[in-house]
């Protein structure tokens, strides 16, 4: 008891050395994060959308010009920083690769349903593209949008004219009816071909589920829900499961195939409103659980999602959904799935927001994708400078995903190196990879250049990540021959974890 009461009487004296730490206002996160220098991750996800829906750039080129841009542009990316490229690859049922299951795309030929001439596989080419660069390919697919526009003439191979009944048309576009297990078995099917054909490291959605509603039109599934409730009593949570049960089926169907391959999702920047549920941002725009039925924190919870990209595009300070509180939010909620930030570039550089939108972005998520990849191609404001020399320098790899519970990663000893000078130039090499169950085999080295002595850990770290390569080798820089450094080589698996092959290489360059 005197213990007790000696403890009551020291508890205020605690109270009061204990410092509370002040939680910054959305305002105040901002000017600390505007006036911060920036600092660039090792681990940071950079990543750019291209898309092709509502585009007619390529239709009628021919294969030679088309592959020559790409490459163009693939090169500048990876010039700028970039280690993941969201390539869209079906917008409307279509296809930009040999699918078995759906007609080639317009925007790829100018004609749905008719082959390039000469036959060509532009998701095959800019997965190898980009893997020979040391840069994912994330394969964008719209799940249930069939047709952006009625007018389109759909080709015969068209699902549409195979299952009529599996649609329905709402506004000007033809949507896959989200309530039917057909519906669902189906997109499965044309998921897993992607997923068994293709060396891609992601299948990636976007923000279209349900339709975005049009003033004064209903969707057309009252019917389908009084047929078959399956025991709700609200149509909201009826579509709300119909999502759901799509994505945790490409969740399973996806890594029943290649574990590796996570399923990334880019959902409108708003989950929900507080005027919604208490729980939600202080915002006041459209809602992906009220009003798109994609109850994103559900999926993430679950475990089914590898990535959520929220599409924060607001300005900061904006009055309806401003960008601090939705990054800040976001952060807060997401627990499993890697958190990135989908920016707007004209939007952050009309405004003046980027800088502090990229710090804003590096203290609350793992990584940036940009939209769009247009506006890096056409440097838009002089952004390709400020990503260069300030926001993407130096390389960085993407954050890790874990490994599955029936996967077990083991030691692996350091491999024997050598060092081969040839006309002025020196060469480091290393022992080339042994056989790796799937999963664990090497997706690129990654060679570090640092000081002689360097302990591990710092040798390591991102400021002395010099270069990524496919190749067991690497050419060394060259200066004049006498400055003394040292090399530490890694490799990094399909899961994106780092492993050690070589540490301390001593040479001169």
Known sequence: MKRLYLLLLLLPLLLVGCKTKKVLTNKEYT???????????????????????????????????????????LDLLQQLGANAVIFQVRSEADAWFYSPYEPWSRTLTGQQGVAPQPLWDPLAFMVAECHKRGMELHAWINPYRAATNISNTLAPQHPYYRHPEWFFRYGQQLFFNPALPEVIHYLSQVVDDLVERYDIDAIHLDDYFYPYPIAGEVLPDRADFERNPRGFKAIEEWRRDNVNQLIQELHHTIKARKPYVRLGISPFGIYRNQRSHPSGSATFGLQNYDDLYADILLW?????????????????GHKAAEYTELARWWSQKIHLAHYYIGQDVKRSLDANDLHAKLNISAQTAQGDILWPADQLFTNYKGINKQLLNTYWKPIALIPPTPYPADLRPFDEPERETSLIKQQGLTTLYWEPDMPYPAGLETKYFVVYMHPRGEKLQKAISGEHLLAITQDPFFQLPHIDGRHKVAFTITRINRYNHEILIAHGIKAKI
């Open 31 to 73: 000017q600390q994060a505007n006036s911060q220098v920036y600092q660039p991750q090792k681990r940071q996800f950079r990543g750019a959308w291209i898309p092709n829906a509502w585009r007619g750039e390529f239709q009628g080129k021919s294969t030679q010009y088309i592959q020559a841009k790409l490459i163009e542009r």
């Open 300 to 316: 993430d919870a679950m475990g089914w999602v590898d990535y959520i990209v929220p599409q924060i595009y607001w300005e900061i």
